[in-house]
């Protein structure tokens, strides 16, 4: 699903997201595993404020997103950050690169938005063959715990100076896939324009999850609890997994 009014929208929404934080964190799993990257590849990279704090410390970056409104941003901030980026507007289950990289990551749960398992698996085998041998794959998602206890059938709004939003979700346990009804008002000039969205994401084990990433010729190396380096236990809301290619 492509977004597109609601790209001009999604960094007020993401306003609370510490992207130094995130990109501190990722680095430290590269020192971790003793990986001298220099260009990394961002699946579903979004409005690029992940790819421009990286590319700001040195990284030579790649984004892909399916949304050209998305990327139409990511450029934007980025030619206004003064960094250099490829971003390329293709569909992360059927990307393809002009060559390989020294480390992909598909960050901010993009991984639950693939609700299909042979799309998962299709987008896995890629990963793999446009890495450099022996490096890294970095992804997290939010856990089937989050789903089921946290998000599940609950309703969440807020309300700011210029957007306030209505966040529905209803969740199917046996489907285990989550869809969110979003209401958006935001503030232009005197009046207030509404925006509808309506997403989907699917909840994956661990388990899930190894034996697709075993079977698309990585090795799970590592599982984390989000932006730590404890292991995830049954209440983590967020799961980080850290594959190598073989």
């Known amino acids: 699903m492509a977004y597109t009014s609601f790209a001009y929208i999604y ?12 990109a501190d964190y990722i680095e430290e799993i590269f020192h971790k595993n003793k990986k001298d990257v220099s260009l990394l590849l961002d699946l579903g990279c979004g409005t690029g404020s992940f790819c421009i704090e990286m590319a700001k410390r040195g990284y030579d970056m790649i ?15 980025a030619e206004n950050s003064g960094v250099d ?17 020294d480390a992909a990551v598909c960050l901010m749960d993009s991984i639950n938005y693939i609700t ?14 446009y890495l450099n041998p022996d490096s890294l794959f970095i992804f997290d998602i939010n856990s089937v715990y989050k789903f089921e206890n946290i998000l599940s059938d609950n309703v969440y709004y807020d309300v700011g100076d210029d957007i306030a939003y209505i966040w529905q979700n209803s969740y199917d346990k046996k489907r285990r896939i989550c869809e969110f009804d979003l209401t958006f008002f935001v503030k232009e000039k ?7 969205e309506v997403h989907k994401e ?23 609890e989000g932006l730590s380096f404890s292991p995830p236990d049954e209440k983590s809301e967020r799961i980080f997994f850290v594959c190598r290619k073989q």
Do not use: H
């Open 190 to 196: 005197d009046y207030y324009q509404r925006y509808d």
């Open 202 to 224: 699917r909840a994956y084990s661990i388990d899930e999850m190894k034996n697709l990433i075993e079977t698309s010729g990585m090795k799970l190396l590592k599982t984390y």
């Open 63 to 77: 984004g892909v997103d399916l949304s050209p409104d998305m990327l139409s941003c990511a450029r934007e901030k």
């Open 85 to 101: 980026i490829l971003f390329l507007n293709q569909d992360m289950t059927r990307f393809e690169l002009y060559g390989t990289v």
């Open 11 to 22: 960094d007020k929404l993401m306003y609370d997201i510490d992207y130094s934080n995130w």
């Open 116 to 129: 299909g398992k042979s799309d998962l698996k299709r987008m896995f085998k890629l990963v793999k063959n």
